[in-house]
């Protein structure tokens, strides 16, 4: 069956860096348009960054020149280098993987405080 697991999240203070990595199996994973998405308390699931099968990436504004997205199919794996972590950036972050169908990770939290 298709597995998404998520891990790198935790507690890092504002200015901080962390990387996100999301391992992939039981798809063709090259195949697959890779997303992070996010979503804080009492907000929707907002869409962070995603990179497509050829590796092109686009980013939510909120995240632009913070974030950058990055896949190794060889090892079948999304990551997510997050820098300059605000508050507003604490959430939890979700893998997706879409191609036809769409599959999802359980999530991992990210808390930027001091």
């Known amino acids: 069956q298709v597995q998404l697991v998520e891990s790198g999240g935790g507690l890092v203070q504002p200015g901080g860096s962390l990387r996100l990595s999301c391992a992939a199996s039981g798809i063709i994973f090259s195949k697959y348009r890779m997303g992070w998405y996010r979503q804080a308390p009492g907000k929707q699931r907002e869409l962070v960054a995603s990179?497509?099968?050829?590796?092109?990436?686009s980013y939510a504004d909120s995240v632009w020149g913070r974030f950058t997205i990055s896949r190794d199919n060889a090892k079948n794996t999304v990551y997510l280098q997050m820098n300059s972590l605000k508050p507003d950036d604490t959430a939890v972050y979700y893998c997706?993987?879409?191609?036809?169908?769409?599959?999802w990770g359980k999530g991992t939290l990210v808390t930027v405080s001091s």
């Open positions: 990179i497509t099968s050829l590796g092109s990436r």
């Open positions: 997706n993987a879409a191609y036809g169908g769409d599959y």
